[in-house]
Every structure is written in C-alpha cells, then in structure tokens.
C-alpha cells in the first residue's frame, strides 16, 4: 500500500506541475523539467505501482507466497529516496546526483526482482506467466542500469553511441520491456478471475512472450549498433501483442 500511496501522491504531483509549468514543457524533449516531470510518472507513478501491485497481485494470481518484510520496508525507503532524488536532480540537471539517486532505485529493483524471482519455482503458475514475470524484471535491471549509465556519461563521455539512441534504447527496453511485459504476464492471470473465461493454455503464450521479449531486445541493440534492424524488431514486437490479444480476448 505505501507504494500505491507513493504512486499516487507523485502523479499528482506530475499533474500539477505539467499545468503550472506547461510553458516550459513546450520546447525541446530532452529539456530537464520535461525529464524530471517524465521520472516522476515513470518511476514514481508506473513503476510504483507495479511493485505495490506485485505484493497484491503475486499473492492472489500466483499463490506467491510474499510476505511483507523488514527488508521490503527498506526497499520502499530506498526506492522512495532514489526517486524524489531523480526527480530534483533532473529538475536542476545534476547528472552526478541523477546517477547516485539511480542506483538507490537500482537497489530497490534488484530486491524486490530477485525475491519475485527466487520465488517463482514454488509459485502455482503456468510456466508462461513466470517467464513474462521473469523477463519483465530482467529487462527492468537492464533499462535502469542503463539509464544510470546515461547519466554518468554526461560527465564522463565514455559511451561511443549516438545520444538520442541512446536514449530511444532506455525509453524502449523500460516501457515495453519492463511495463507491457508486467501487465501481459499477470494479464493472463487476472482477466480470466475477473471477466470469468478460459484461462490461456499451450505453446501461443510461449510464442508471445519469446517474440515480445526477443523484440524489445532487438529495438535496444538496433538503436544502439543496427539501425536496419529497427523496423523487423518493431514488427516481432506487434505480432507478440497481437497474440497476447488474441489469446486474452477468447
């Protein structure tokens, strides 16, 4: 709940200061209170959320056993801490305390990823739904390793690739990687125990989360090293999603 509050409370925050702001926020995209304002529903409100939901949703779809501990109280701390850092930091364009205030975030990531993960084995589950669980989180620990990196290369300039690729491959791997992976594989839990139906079976969920995630992949490499790469990765992404639908829609 403390990380749905967080949630909540930052996209207010994010509401109020796209309004007061709003003149500032009609320039160029890379400008830092557009940056900041973008974390603050990113990690503050989307990311939030989603570990929030995890502790709910894994229980209840998964029979995950997921106790809320000592340690998880940390978590929140930290990851509350890294986020409102990244937010003021970005706001004041330090990439130095950007970075610093990502790694606390990256902790956060890491230990909440890897209990969700360890626990997997013993989780009642098709194998489907754990390997969307599993990639979504391994594609989180990338895209914010990476995005930690982005921001030390401000100051150190050690990265040869292009900037804005750089940038597209963050954005692409945290928001399909990390976000539609999530929802995809806690979908075909959920909706059937909601709108009463057919829970998804056989190789198809397979096939879908293998070409989602091999996509989202290939989207980060593409940008980075192989430009001619980008239109077949967007095509093996949208045929995923078009089988996810499919399925979740029977």
Not at 168 to 195: D, K
Request: contains cysteine.
């Amino acid at each position: 709940l403390m990380y749905l509050y967080f949630g909540t409370i930052c996209f207010i925050l994010a509401i109020a200061g796209s309004c007061y702001f709003s003149r500032d926020l009609t320039g160029f995209f890379y400008a830092p209170q557009l940056l900041a304002i973008v974390h603050l529903i990113t990690l503050g409100w989307i990311s939030s959320n989603i570990l929030g939901a995890i502790y709910i949703a894994a229980p209840m779809s998964l029979q995950l056993w997921l106790p809320a501990k000592r340690s998880d109280y940390f978590l929140f701390w930290i990851f509350v801490i890294g986020a409102v850092g990244i937010v003021v930091h970005f706001w004041t364009f330090s990439p130095l305390g950007i970075a610093g205030s990502g790694i606390l975030i990256y902790i956060a990531f890491v230990g909440v990823g890897v209990r969700v993960i360890n626990g997997m084995p013993k989780a009642k589950a098709p194998g489907f739904v754990k390997l969307h669980i599993i990639f979504s989180f391994a594609n989180l620990f990338i895209a914010a390793l990476w995005g930690i990196m982005l921001a030390l290369n401000k100051v150190y300039g050690f990265l040869s690739t292009p900037f804005t690729a750089n940038l597209y491959a963050h954005i692409h791997l945290a928001a399909i990687g990390w976000v539609i992976m999530m929802i995809f594989g806690f979908a075909y839990r959920l909706v059937p125990m909601f709108l009463p139906g057919e829970p998804s079976k056989g190789v198809w969920p397979w096939i879908s989360g293998i070409l989602l995630e091999s996509g989202v992949l290939m989207i980060f490499l593409s940008l980075l090293f192989k430009p001619e790469w980008l239109k077949g990765s967007a095509i093996i992404i949208l045929i995923g999603i078009l089988i996810f639908i499919r399925l979740i829609s029977q």
